[in-house]
C-alpha cells in the first residue's frame, strides 16, 4: 500500500453512517472515494456524498455512492479532501489539481474537515508550492501583470496539451511562485479583495485533523486551534 492510499483508507473509518461526507479531489482522496465506495457496496454504509469536483463526481457515481450537491444539503458533516502542503500551524495550500473552488465552498460548509496527505507535504511554512488563485477569464491577463509587478513569479496553467486550463467553474487558474509564504492571513486577505480573482488556494483554519501517511504508518495529528 502506498502512503497516499494509507491515508485515505485511514479517513474513510472516520466516515459512519448517516453522514453527510464531502468527498475531496486529488489522487489521495481517490484512494478514500474507493475505500467509501466499497464500503457502501460491501458493508451497506448508508451515506450522501457532496463531490468537489467533476473528476469526484464520475468516481462516485461509478461505485454508486449516492450524491446531492451542496445546495441540496443543510450542511456537511465531514469532509475529507487531500493538500499540496500543511504548515506546521495547520494552514494549507490547495488547489494542485484545479479544484480548489468547489473544495473550498465544501470545506466551508462543514463541520469537521480533514486532510490526508503523504509526508512530503509537511512543511514548516507554506510557499514552495505554486499558490493556485482561481481568477475570472476577463481581466485575467491585468491580474497576470499585477502579480507580475509584485514579484508573485505567476504562470497561468495550461493542461497537458498546452491549452488554458478551464475549472470546473469555468474559470483560469493563476499559479504563483512565492517560495516562502510569511503571513499566510496576510496574502489571503490581499488576494480576497482583488477584482476579478474568484478564490485562492490558502485554506486558513480550515483543517480539523491531518491524516499523514509515513513508512512507520497512518499519523494522526490534530488542530489544537480546532478543538
Ligand atoms: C485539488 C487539490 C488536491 O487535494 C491537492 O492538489 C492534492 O492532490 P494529490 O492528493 O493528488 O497530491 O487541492 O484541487
Given amino acids: 500500500m502506498n502512503l497516499k492510499q ?20 486529488g489522487s489521495t482522496a481517490k484512494y478514500m472515494v474507493d475505500e467509501i465506495g466499497r464500503r457502501v457496496k460491501e458493508e451497506n454504509l ?13 468516481q462516485a457515481l461509478e461505485l454508486g455512492i449516492p450524491l446531492k450537491s451542496i445546495d441540496e444539503v443543510p450542511y456537511v458533516d465531514i469532509t ?22 468547489f473544495e473550498k465552498i465544501v470545506a466551508t460548509y462543514s463541520k469537521k474537515n480533514i486532510w490526508i496527505v503523504d509526508e512530503s507535504k509537511q512543511v514548516e511554512k507554506l510557499g514552495a508550492f505554486p499558490l493556485p488563485v482561481e481568477v475570472i477569464p476577463y481581466g485575467s491577463q491585468q491580474l497576470m501583470h499585477l502579480f507580475e509587478a509584485k514579484g508573485f513569479q505567476p504562470t ?11 475549472t470546473d467553474g469555468g474559470h483560469y487558474i493563476i499559479d504563483l511562485q512565492l517560495d516562502v509564504i510569511e503571513d499566510p492571513m496576510a496574502l489571503g486577505a490581499y488576494l ?30 490534530h488542530n489544537p486551534a480546532a478543538d
Fill in 156 to 166: 497561468l496553467r495550461k493542461t497537458e496539451d498546452n491549452t488554458v486550463l478551464i
Fill in 80 to 101: 475529507i479532501d487531500g493538500a499540496d502542503e500543511v504548515s506546521a500551524d495547520f494552514h494549507g495550500i490547495k488547489g494542485g489539481g484545479a479544484a480548489l473552488l
Fill in 46 to 58: 448508508e451515506i450522501i456524498g457532496v463531490t468537489t469536483s467533476k473528476a469526484t463526481e464520475k
Fill in 192 to 221: 480576497d479583495q482583488l477584482v476579478g480573482v474568484v478564490e485562492h488556494g490558502l485554506f486558513l483554519q480550515v483543517v480539523s485533523t491531518v491524516i499523514v501517511g509515513s513508512e512507520s504508518g497512518p499519523e494522526t495529528v
Fill in 6 to 25: 494509507m491515508a485515505g483508507i485511514e479517513a474513510a473509518t472516520y466516515v459512519k453512517n448517516g453522514m453527510i461526507v464531502g468527498l475531496g479531489t
